[in-house]
């Protein structure tokens, strides 16, 4: 049973949930050898719930998870950002089957700690809808997240050093950005930040919304992303249009319907949409937001882009080159920006799309910080 801790200012329970073995690891990377390299440690896996900041401004309880290699010498703390999905089955914090602590393990495997948020919207809270590449509300997850995955550690008695990393991809880049940003606004946290990897994120949020919205002929690379993405900001910004002002039917339906409120992978989501944006969203909502009329819509937008960023820690981008999903100009134009900047290194990844990414981010990162 989860053990409740009254002495602490933001974590608020805990429980082992699992462990995971070497051997699992490298057969669920299919025993690659590159990733064989980075496997030397079984983990185990606790779930956790914490006290962060709701949509409200209200206090709220979150979850997230926390791997531990069992491996005395314990690397560094990592927080890994987790990138988009759509079934409640996966989240850190749940962890069934193939899920997000599948895929973000091997860092743990190397022997860091890993700190994995659910975010808003999941595991404790998921009875609410995820603000998607929503900043204020990922900063909040991410960051409480931290300061309760270090409270955990000092009730645990695991010695660690004091360097912290971060790291995530696609959404979890997003989110890694927006909390890196937020820390280094700030300095009175117990940990010190080294470095972060930033991989496939759509930074300039309204850029990449206009993106796929001038063209809806042009086939997108995550429809189920582009719809979850309106339903939510719709909800979270409460402009309340129905779905059918959105959508065509019958897809306004099946999303009003709660498509996208968790009982769904993302594979099933799709069966249930069309692949074209042509034939899912409703050209007069497109059309509206040209001209002008959408101003919740477009204020928003400009609330949540946050690629106007300069970053004072070492900081690693890559981006997929025919990335379909967050259109590779994101990180092109956060690299042109910091030209000049000492501490960023841009990796474009050639040939590459947005899924097939994510390893090759994955093993590129793990290198990167190694140098410290």
């Known amino acids: 049973l989860p053990q409740p801790l009254p002495d602490f200012e933001v974590l608020q329970s805990f429980e082992e949930a699992g462990k995971i073995t070497k051997e699992e690891f490298r057969a669920y990377w299919g025993n690659n050898d590159t990733a064989n390299v980075y496997i ?6 606790y779930r956790m719930t914490y006290q962060s900041t709701g949509l409200d401004g209200k206090p709220i309880t979150l979850s ?10 314990v690397k560094s703390v990592m927080a890994i950002q987790h990138a988009t999905y759509f079934a409640d089955s996966e989240t850190p914090s749940v962890n069934q089957g193939f899920s997000v602590v599948t895929r973000k393990s091997i860092f743990a ?6 700190f994995l948020p659910d975010y808003h919207g999941y595991g404790a809270d998921a009875a609410n809808i995820h603000p998607y590449h929503h900043a204020e509300s ?11 995955g270090y409270e955990f550690l000092q009730h645990q008695e695991i010695k660690i050093d004091s360097k912290l990393f971060l790291a995530g991809y696609s959404e979890g880049a997003y989110a890694t950005a927006a909390l890196q940003q937020s820390l280094e606004s700030k300095t009175d946290f117990p940990f010190t930040l080294i470095a972060s990897s930033l991989g496939s994120g759509a930074y300039n949020l309204k850029a990449t919304f206009e993106a796929f919205t001038s063209d809806i ?7 189920p992303c582009n719809a979850f993405f309106l339903q939510s900001y719709n909800e979270v910004y409460s402009i309340n249009y129905s779905m059918s002002d959105y959508f065509l039917s019958p897809y306004d339906q099946r999303i009003a319907d709660g498509l996208f409120l968790g009982n769904f992978d993302a594979t099933a989501i799709a069966q249930q949409l069309t692949d074209e944006g042509a034939t899912l969203f409703k050209p007069s909502f497109i059309q509206h937001y040209y001209q002008g009329k959408e101003v919740n819509w477009e204020n928003a937008l400009t609330e949540n882009s946050i690629h106007d960023w300069q970053p004072k820690h070492p900081t690693f981008i890559t981006h997929n080159e025919q990335d379909k999903v967050a259109p590779f100009f994101n ?15 841009f990796l474009p990844i050639p040939n590459t799309n947005h899924f097939d990414g994510i390893f090759q981010w ?3 990162t793990m290198e990167y910080f190694g140098q410290f």
């Open 138 to 148: 990922l900063r909040y997850a991410s960051k409480d997240m931290l300061l309760a």
């Open 217 to 223: 002929t042009q086939p997108f690379g995550c429809v």
């Open 362 to 364: 994955g093993i590129l």
């Open 40 to 45: 030397q440690n079984d983990v185990t896996i």
């Open 331 to 345: 990180s092109q134009a956060l690299a042109e920006l910091n030209q000049r900047n000492g501490n960023v290194q």
């Open 64 to 73: 997230g998870a926390i791997l531990i290699p069992k491996n005395k010498a």
């Open 109 to 114: 495997a190397n022997g860091y700690i890993v």
